[in-house]
């Protein structure tokens, strides 16, 4: 969400200071996995609106298998997703996010977000469609 991975642990402790101390303010009619990640999804934005500079991953997954090539490779690939990440706006980014990377299903996303799951579903479609035309417009085969 953030772009940088340091700023990303940092806003994980940052998050986790936050759950602890309004531990009391919590309510049980709701799921506590919401609860959290809406914490992190407001100190994420609250993040960003504060940079307002966004820069891709300078890390580069690391993968046991292959010779440097691949490795090359690969490193290109993160860091033309991450851009192409970066690229998108906050909304559409979380969607992403939160349906590729953490694997969460609509109506789950739906209540972290706090928006019906109709809208989820039609953010989701919009930021595939937009990351699609970055790839395309950077040469990258989907």
């Known amino acids: 969400m953030v772009g940088k991975r340091e700023d990303a642990r940092d806003m994980q402790q940052t998050v986790f200071l ?9 309510d049980r009619r709701h799921k506590f996995f919401s ?13 960003l609106n504060k940079a307002r ?25 993160h860091d033309s997703v991450q851009a192409a990440l970066l690229d998108l706006s906050p909304d559409y ?28 579903k039609s953010r989701l479609h919009t930021a595939r469609q937009l990351l699609g035309g970055i790839f395309s417009k950077h040469g990258i085969a989907r």
Request: aromatic share 8%.
């Open 35 to 47: 609860w959290v990640y809406r914490i992190m999804i407001n100190e994420s934005l609250s993040h």
């Open 93 to 120: 980014r979380q969607v992403i996010i939160l349906r590729h990377f953490v694997q969460l299903s609509y109506l789950e996303m739906s209540g972290v977000l706090e928006v019906p799951e109709k809208t989820v």
């Open 18 to 26: 936050k759950d602890y101390d309004n531990l009391g303010k919590f």
């Open 53 to 77: 500079r966004m820069e891709p991953l300078d890390e580069a997954l690391r993968s046991g298998a292959g010779g440097p090539e691949e490795e090359c490779a690969q490193h290109r690939l």
